[in-house]
């Protein structure tokens, strides 16, 4: 329990030194924030996730051409997406990341996200119709999402199916995915404070699971909250039942710290 309450002291300081208040202002949580209407929010935030991938500056840098051309209402630009409009426009867009993403990957993505739009009215329809009740976190919600995502057919123009590349960012948990960027956008969806914006009341703050990335990876080693050695579903899975013996009913309240804890461990271990 040592480990567990040192992330306790760790939490209750971000808290007393507003880290936490100010952390979306550098975040892709900061896209969603810009709009006030829900279906604007939830679409500006799947799109926001979906593609935060490498470097934080890189992904506030590509995502601010993204959002650049989804103009007042994203919801809007998406269910009626002008694929070849948008395609001229982004036409040489490349986001560094740990792979490149480019502009036809992304039109992709946004027309796998029009098709949820136009099948379900809205993203969380499609989230509903997939979730089980005997199911304690998110796996089939997001499984049934994802694969439907990656079935959908696209115009000719797109290719008529997505790219290795399209197919590769929605991952399922059935591949074995830890899901850090789904699993990111349900926490910004459900939980409700001073980041989180809380319209997903219908799921429960206790079915959701860590967002796995390096920084919280490395965070929940140097805290014990894991004993397994790669990150995936399984690991996520692991340290969130974990996390629930400090908070069972909101166990991903410490993704940024843990988050934040990572980075400054990472820092620490560069300056050795």
Known sequence: ????????????????????????????????????KKNDIETAALIAALFAIGPRYAIIRSLEKIFAELGESPYETVADLDH???LRKMDGH??????????????QI??????????????????????????????????GVLEEMKKCKLPSSLGGELTP???ALLASPAQGSACKRMNMFLRWMTRSDEIDFGLYDWLGTEKLVIPLDVNVSRAARQLKLTRRKTDNWKTAVEI??????????????????LFLYGIELRKKRRAT
């Open 84 to 86: 070849a409009g948008m």
């Open 165 to 167: 590349r399209a197919r």
């Open 240 to 257: 969130t039942q974990r996390l629930k013996e400090l908070d069972p009913l909101d166990p991903v309240k410490f993704d940024v710290p």
């Open 94 to 107: 490349i986001q560094f990341a740990y792979k490149n993403i480019t502009g036809k990957d992304v039109i």
């Open 1 to 36: 329990m040592e480990d567990l309450e040192r992330l306790n002291v760790i939490f209750e300081s971000l808290h007393a030194g507003n880290s936490l208040k100010d952390f979306y202002l550098s975040d892709p949580i900061w896209f969603p924030k810009r709009f006030r």
């Open 110 to 143: 946004l027309s796998a996200i029009r098709h949820l739009i136009g099948s379900h009215g809205t993203i969380q329809n499609a989230l509903k119709l997939n979730a089980r009740s005997d199911d304690g976190s998110t796996y089939y919600m997001l499984t």
